[in-house]
């Protein structure tokens, strides 16, 4: 069973960076592929970046590409999303999933998902 809890989110200044974290409190959490998502106000769930299990390859939105690096740490069930020169449009609700298989962009090929953190730049 996964279960995860995505904590590290708030208030920043255009600029500035954050480190997401989403902790996996199961037992098969180096099993998973892990993705990070984000939604706006009124758009949909867009890919953000994905890892694999043993860390080895990552892939990020093109966008996103230089700015946002993920990471993982087996030992601590937790999967990490830090992101520098942060941008008002980087404002959204942060989600992490869990898939079994590869890299993957697609929110549907992702079982498990947590609740949400919320990252707001301002200008």
């Known amino acids: 069973q996964v279960q995860l809890v995505e904590s590290g989110g708030g208030l920043v200044q255009a600029g500035g960076s954050l480190r997401l974290s989403c902790a996996d409190s199961?037992?098969?959490?180096?099993?998973?592929?892990m993705g990070w998502f984000r939604q706006a106000p009124g758009k949909e769930r867009e890919f953000v970046a994905t890892?694999?299990?043993?860390?080895?390859?990552?892939y990020y939105a093109n966008s996103l590409k230089g700015r946002f690096t993920i990471s993982r740490d087996n030992a601590k069930n937790t999967v990490y999303l830090q992101m520098n020169s942060l941008k008002p449009e980087d404002t959204a609700t942060y989600y992490c999933?869990?898939?079994?298989?590869?890299?993957?962009?697609?929110?549907?090929?992702?079982?498990?998902w947590g609740q949400g953190t919320q990252v707001t730049v301002s200008s």
């Open positions: 999933a869990a898939r079994r298989g590869g890299l993957n962009i697609a929110r549907r090929e992702y079982d498990y």
């Open positions: 199961g037992h098969t959490f180096s099993s998973y592929t």
């Open positions: 890892i694999t299990w043993n860390g080895d390859s990552t």
